[in-house]
């Protein structure tokens, strides 16, 4: 079967650097997407990682080890707007179609 | 600009009485999808498509149906409503599906309440 596990909720302080896990276990692993989501708005991209290691966007980062089944988004000098959901998606090389999500975790800053 | 456009945005509805949530892209995008989102479950594929007239199931089909006519529209339709659909619905679009990393655009979503 299909599985994504990410935390249900985080906290972080403002200014600080925080690191946001998911797992997986997929049959046919192609890739994997990391959307910010905020209360009651659309899901928007953040990164898509399909090769091991570290891809660096500004403040934000992603890694992944397909090996491990493994990847992590990591947000630096977090700001008050950071406060979000995070969702993790795997997609399927033997399906163009299937795109999985994870639940999701919610990240709160506080000052 | 880039869109997906879905609307109702918010609607109450009875059981029962069907109804038809639109979407629209403007990107020329192949492959739509819509999705649901309820507490604790994130985003559940409903239906998609990965081009006119090729539509097929995703985790949780029941109770819903689609079409794909033209490219750029992905109608959910709810034949007969019932409280369990009472949910945020997400329509979303991409140029191929998952593959290559094709960003996934999503619409505003719809909240949907089934009394």
């Known amino acids: 079967g299909q599985n994504i596990d990410q935390p249900t909720e985080m906290t972080a302080t403002e200014g600080a650097i925080v690191q946001i896990n998911c797992t997986y276990q997929?049959?046919?692993?192609?890739?994997l997407f990391w959307y910010q989501q905020h209360a009651g708005e659309a899901p928007t991209f953040l990164s898509y990682?399909?090769?091991?290691g570290l891809e660096e966007k500004g403040r934000f980062s992603s890694f992944l080890s397909r090996s491990k089944g493994y990847s992590y988004l990591l947000l630096k000098e977090l700001q008050m707007k950071d406060s979000a959901s995070y969702l993790c998606?795997?997609?399927?090389?033997?399906?163009?179609?299937?795109?999985?999500f994870g639940s999701g975790t919610r990240l709160s800053i506080r000052p | 600009e880039a869109q997906v456009t879905q609307n109702p945005r918010y609607l109450i509805t009875v059981t029962g009485k069907k109804l038809t949530v639109t979407c629209s892209q403007n990107?020329?995008?192949?492959?739509m999808s819509w999705y649901r989102q309820d507490p604790g479950l994130g985003l559940r594929q409903i239906y998609y498509?990965?081009?006119?007239?090729?539509?097929d199931k995703g985790d949780v089909p029941e109770g819903y149906k689609v079409s794909r006519k033209e490219k750029r529209n992905f109608p959910l339709i709810l034949e007969s409503p019932s409280p369990n659909q009472t949910s945020l619905y997400f329509c979303?679009?991409?140029?191929?599906?998952?593959?290559?990393?094709?960003?996934?655009?999503f619409g505003e979503g719809s909240w949907l309440t089934v009394v």
């Open positions: 498509s990965m081009n006119v007239e090729v539509t």
């Open positions: 979303a679009s991409s140029l191929t599906g998952g593959l290559s990393g094709n960003t996934i655009y």
């Open positions: 997929t049959s046919g692993f192609n890739g």
């Open positions: 998606a795997v997609t399927m090389y033997s399906s163009a179609s299937k795109i999985i």
């Open positions: 990107m020329n995008h192949e492959y």
């Open positions: 990682n399909v090769l091991d």
